[in-house]
């Protein structure tokens, strides 16, 4: 029962473009939508994550975008650096327990 | 500790025979999640804690699974008669309360042979 539906499963860009990876999900009781980079061995670590009630954030090179009535949301990476790569999730939750993860995108920056 | 600790980073088990997972919380987070991951997967839910109560395990595979938190701190994932489909990474989170961002341990690696 994928909830959380994520595009593409890899992506490989050149240093210094921008990284764009989409999700989409089912229930709109979801509240909280977060996305998540993992390195290999690593735990997944918080990025950045927004509520409904609004349409962006940014911080720093990282740029979520929200659109409610389409139940879509993305992220944005300005500026990819080496460093970048690595598989980022996105994930939803109501009040941030529950949470259902996409199945992630591994990110290859070229130098 | 600064971040959530999970023990041991590695298992290796038979077919068959019983393994736990252990997760340190990050001091003073009341809220434990324990995670899935399967291979070029994204996380999968197991079950959740506030405090020492578990208020949801509807993600647990089966009832060979149990998680428990008596004193609602530490907690231990046991995994019964274990089969080769457990092999995955288990991953622990915690977070400060509800609403609050969940930070994630560098999980078990589970290989049943």
């Known amino acids: 029962q994928q909830q959380v539906k994520q595009s593409p499963q890899s992506l490989i860009v050149q240093k210094g473009g921008i990284s764009i990876i989409n999700c989409a999900y089912e229930?709109?009781?979801?509240?909280?939508f977060p996305w998540y980079q993992q390195f290999p061995g690593k735990g997944p670590a918080l990025l950045i994550a927004?509520?409904?009630?609004?349409s962006e954030k940014k911080e720093g090179r990282f740029t979520i975008s929200f659109n409610k009535s389409a139940k879509q949301f993305s992220l944005h990476i300005m500026d990819s650096q080496p460093g970048d790569s690595a598989t980022y999730f996105c994930?939803?939750?109501?009040?941030?327990?529950?949470?259902?993860f996409g199945a992630g995108t591994r990110l290859t920056v070229k130098p | 500790g600064a971040g959530v600790s999970q023990s041991p980073r590695y298992k290796v088990a038979k077919r068959g025979q019983d393994v736990a997972l252990r997760c340190d919380p990050i001091?003073?987070?009341?809220?434990l999640f324990w995670y899935q991951q399967a291979l070029g997967q994204g996380p999968e839910f197991l079950t959740y804690?506030?405090?020492?109560?578990?208020?949801?395990k509807s993600g647990l595979p089966s009832d060979r699974f149990f998680a428990e938190r008596p004193e609602g701190s530490v907690s231990t994932l046991k995994i019964q008669r274990t089969q080769q489909e457990d092999s995955a990474v288990y991953l622990c989170?915690?977070?400060?309360?509800?609403?609050?961002?969940?930070?994630f341990g560098d999980g078990t690696r589970l290989s049943i042979l």
């Open positions: 989170a915690t977070s400060q309360g509800i609403n609050q961002p969940q930070h």
């Open positions: 229930n709109t009781a979801f509240d909280y």
């Open positions: 927004i509520r409904p009630d609004v």
């Open positions: 994930a939803a939750s109501n009040n941030n327990n529950d949470m259902r």
């Open positions: 001091s003073g987070h009341v809220s």
């Open positions: 804690f506030q405090n020492e109560a578990q208020l949801d």
